[in-house]
Each structure stands twice: as C-alpha cells, then as structure tokens.
C-alpha cells in the first residue's frame, strides 16, 4: 500500500509487526537512513544492542542469489522478539527477488525493511510492487523541512524536555536549515552541553553549540549597518576588508539583511512568518538584535535602501574603473541614515 503522510506517521511511531515488508524511498540518503535507523530502533532495539535480531543485506547480492532473502526471512534466531531483514540500496532489478519473498512471507517470518534512491512508477518496479500489496508498505521520503512535532519528538528522543519556550523556537528554526544528520548532531551537542546543569536549556546554550557561517558573520556585521550607526561604518568596513571581504559580498550580504526586513516588515503573517525561510537560520541574540532593528524602519524606507544597495551592487560590477570601497561605503552612510530616529 501507498502510505500517506499521517499513515507513514503512525507506523513510525508504532510499527506493526505484522505487516511483512517497508520500502523507505525517496532523493536524500541521509533522511532514509535516519528514518531506517529510527524504525529499527523500535522493532528490535537500537543498533549494535540487537544484532541477533538484525540481519543487513545489500541488494546487489540478489543477483546472483536472490534465495538468500527467501531463507534470511525464514531463518530462526537464537534470541525471541521481532527479527528485521535489512535490503540496503536497493533499485528496480531487484522487485523480481522481493516480489517472490512477499508471496512467501508467512506470520512469523522477519519484517522486511528496504532502502532505496528516488524510484520510478513502472509497472514492474519496486515501487509499484510495494503500492499494489495489499500489507507493505511504500513510503516517501521527501526533503521536506521537518514540522514543529517531529523536532519536538527528537528533542524528547534524546531527553530534551526542560528547554526554554526562546531556545526552542530558536531550535526549531536550526531544524529547518541544516541538513538531517547536522541537525541530529546539533540535538546531541545540546545535550551534552547542558547535561548537569540543572536548569532549562535556553537561548545562549543553542548558540553556543550552533554551527557558524561566514554569511552569518557578515549579516553580524550587516546589522551595524541596520541599526543605522553611520559613525561606526567606516572602522567596520575596514576590518571586514583585511579580513578578506569584498565589496561585493558586503553589498550581497546588507542586500539579504534588508531583503528579510522588508519580508518581515510586510509579511502577513507577521516578522516571524519571514523569519522561517532565513538562510543561514536566525536565532538567539542574532534574532533578538534582528528584531530590535526591524522596528527602526518602515516598509518605504527599507525599498529606498533596497534600491540604492541594487544601483551600488551594477556599479561594482559594471567594466568602468571606480573606487570599490568608498563607493560601499557612501552607500552604506547613506542607508543608515535612512533609518527613523
């Protein structure tokens, strides 16, 4: 069977050893292998507590003999519980080997769970082999950003329960940046930071552990400029240039910021429907420093400082000899005092 989102939910949640198969699909083999870890963990217990209970099988065995499956399925452990095959990395040309194990499966026997990349609809694939069954299960995974209930459920996952209301949103925004294993690793980084300190988790532990970005460096120093200190810009300017910026990634860099104020500053939904999509994520006194900024300036404004940014950023680029630095810097000046008093 096709398993939707709520249904794929459930079963990982609580899966149903019943059910003789699991095909975990999709375009990102970090998300399947966590997933594929996760559900695992539930049938027979973590990884390396279980091993009796857990036998691995890379597809391209059943080439040459794809009874082995069969007889993997079937075989008796020396250990009770639920048994669990493994097919890793497996692809269309082993349908033919599964399908023949699905026909044989019989209560009992091992649940099957298989991996495999993006697949196809064909009429003899893996795919339609597993939506067509009446007990098996296909599920999609997507590349989609986690929701808000599965971050929480990580974070309880890994003990995480007393955190801040600001560390959590802060969090939560992390979830939807980095790439599933980054993120994972993040929870754990978490963890062990603040495991012993007998208080909640809370804004300046995330952003001690968070990853750093050199964009987010910039957009530090980009805020300055927000905050519409014109006296500072200079010096600023100077130390970001022998630290190795350029003009032009200063001008990207106040471009991105301004774009997100103004997102922010207009969004329906309010600034932190805006804030959701920021890349690199926004969090803890970045934010904080973000929002304080946000309310110096109104929707008009933030457009003319938008525009002169977009003059400046052609000029740089254009074939004309012109002084890179002080025209950044001019035009810098000249949106910090755009900002209202």
């Not at 997102?263 to 304080?292: K, V």
């Amino acid at each position: 069977m096709k398993a939707d989102a709520r249904s794929a939910g459930r079963f990982f949640d609580k899966p149903d050893p019943a059910r003789p198969a699991v095909l975990l699909y999709g375009p990102d083999a970090m998300r399947i292998a966590l997933k594929r870890q996760a559900l695992v963990a539930k049938l027979v217990g973590p990884e390396g507590e279980s091993e009796m209970r857990l036998s691995r099988m890379p597809a391209s065995d059943l080439r040459n003999d794809a009874a082995s499956l069969g007889d993997a399925m079937r075989a008796q452990g020396f250990f009770p519980g639920q048994r669990v095959v493994l097919l890793e990395d497996a692809t269309d040309t082993a349908a033919k080997a599964i399908g023949q194990t699905l026909e044989d499966w019989a209560p009992g026997d091992a649940m099957l769970v298989v991996t495999a990349g993006q697949l196809g609809t064909g009429a003899k694939g893996l795919r339609k082999l597993f939506e067509a069954h009446p007990s098996a299960m296909a599920i999609a995974i997507y590349a989609d950003p986690p929701k808000p209930e599965e971050i929480d459920a990580q974070l309880a996952s890994a003990g995480l329960r007393d955190i801040e209301p600001d560390a959590r949103a802060d969090i939560h925004a992390l979830g939807r940046a980095l790439d599933p294993g980054d993120f994972a690793q993040l929870i754990e980084k978490i963890f062990l930071y603040a495991y012993g300190s007998g208080a909640a988790v809370s804004p300046s532990d995330v952003a001690a552990v968070a990853p750093a970005s050199t964009e987010a460096a910039l957009d530090d120093a980009v805020d300055m400029l927000a905050a519409g200190t014109a006296a500072r810009i200079a010096p600023q300017m100077q130390r970001l240039v022998a630290q190795g910026a350029t003009p032009v990634s200063l001008v990207l860099a106040a471009a991105r910021y301004f774009r997100l104020l103004h997102a922010a500053a207009t969004a329906r939904g309010g600034p932190e429907s805006a804030l959701q999509g920021a890349r690199p994520a926004m969090f803890g006194p970045r934010r904080a420093r973000f929002m304080e900024n946000l309310r110096g300036w109104r929707p008009d404004r933030l457009e003319a400082a938008l525009l002169t940014l977009t003059d400046t950023d052609l000029a740089l680029r254009s074939s004309r000899p012109i002084p890179a630095h002080a025209l950044v810097e001019r035009a810098f000046v000249r949106i910090a005092m755009l900002r209202k008093p």
